[in-house]
């Protein structure tokens, strides 16, 4: 892991150049792919995919964005090898937005709106995951959801569930993050002590268990509890990366005749939505960011990422000294 120049390609006429300002780590996908667990991504590569920028130059083929937009991006067109060893890319100085936008998936380029801080903007990226799962299930205002797990997606599921109705409760095993939640506006939340979750969150569920559950730890241990949680007809929202063979008994998920969804990445439309909430006072992420670093202390970044996830909860590289 290194800060390094490379040669850009030659802006195409659909391009957006794109200065950036700010883009975020995802502690989670990017953590995955540091270590090898992510199979479509090879050596060398240049990670990142929450990019946030003022564009610079609008290609004559590229309609509906000027110079001067402030803008998230979520790729940029890279020299080989690195545009074949992974679809990240967008921790560079500069941008190439490619004219790539399919409907409900990534790629997406979207304005941000005044009001929201370009380190925001970042994390609306991730909350927009956390949306999209959101948006996988039915929520009732008479629901009650259980989110399992406190990092930025854990924090925004919370936060979406809540307003679209839900009363949500959270649980982790670090207290900092439990009273983030809390100070977010979360009904109630649980510091896990590492032993049988339900024990624990017993006195704040309804006795049948809760209409939703979320889980974004990715541990099995925890994923195998969940069936105890849920209600009869319950909903639980694999909002995780699992990767590999993940052992997950489903005897408890099966007796509650559970509604499982897996959500994956995200999209403009999710990310708008944030964008909105955000406006609206009811999606806080700028608490959530515990640490910023230059692009020239990434080594340092990355490996906070891999050796100490209790210390952070979002990152963000501040590229407007470099």
């Known amino acids: 892991m290194g800060f390094h120049e490379i040669e850009m390609p030659e802006p ?8 950036a300002t700010c883009t975020g780590i995802s502690v989670g996908t990017e953590r995955w792919a540091l270590i090898s667990q992510r199979q479509e991504i090879s050596f060398p590569n240049i990670p990142g995919y929450l990019g946030v920028g003022v564009v610079e130059n609008a290609g004559p083929a ?43 998936w990534p790629p997406y380029v979207c304005r941000i709106p005044e009001g929201i801080s370009d380190a925001e903007a970042a994390m609306a990226g991730l909350a927009s995951v956390a949306a999209r799962g959101a948006d996988m299930v039915k ?14 997606i854990g924090q925004s599921s919370a936060q979406v569930l ?80 699992y990767p590999g ?24 439309e999710a990310h708008e939505y944030c964008h909105r909430l955000m406006l609206g006072g009811m999606l806080k992420l700028d608490g959530f960011v515990t640490h910023t670093f230059s692009p020239q202390e990434a080594p340092a970044a990355y490996a906070m990422v891999v050796e100490r996830p209790q210390d952070f909860t979002g990152i963000v590289f501040d590229w407007s000294q470099s």
């Not at 195409?12 to 200065?19: E, F, H, I, K, M």
């Not at 009732?140 to 399992?148: C, P, Q, Y």
């Not at 063979?245 to 403009?268: M, N, W, Y």
């Open 12 to 19: 195409a006429d659909t391009d957006l150049v794109v200065r």
């Open 62 to 104: 590229r309609e509906g964005f000027s110079e001067g937009d402030r803008v998230f991006y979520f790729s940029t067109r890279l020299p080989e090898p690195y545009a074949s060893n992974s679809w990240m890319g967008t921790h560079v100085s500069h941008a190439l937005v490619p004219d790539q936008e399919p409907k409900d």
């Open 245 to 268: 063979e993940t052992p997950v008994c489903f005897d408890g998920l099966h007796a509650k005749r559970a509604l499982i969804r897996i959500p994956c990445a995200q999209s403009k």
């Open 162 to 241: 809540r307003a679209k109705g839900a009363r949500v409760v959270v649980a982790d095993m670090l207290e900092l993050r439990v009273n983030q939640a809390l100070e977010m506006g979360c009904e109630e939340g649980v510091v896990l002590d590492g032993g049988p979750i339900l024990p624990q969150l017993k006195h704040l569920i309804p006795e049948g268990g809760a209409d939703i559950v979320v889980d974004t730890t990715s541990v099995a241990p925890v994923v195998n509890q969940v069936g105890d949680l849920l209600k009869m007809d319950g909903q639980f929202i694999m909002q995780g990366y």
């Open 139 to 152: 929520v009732l205002t008479s629901d009650i959801a259980v989110v399992l797990g406190l990092g930025l």
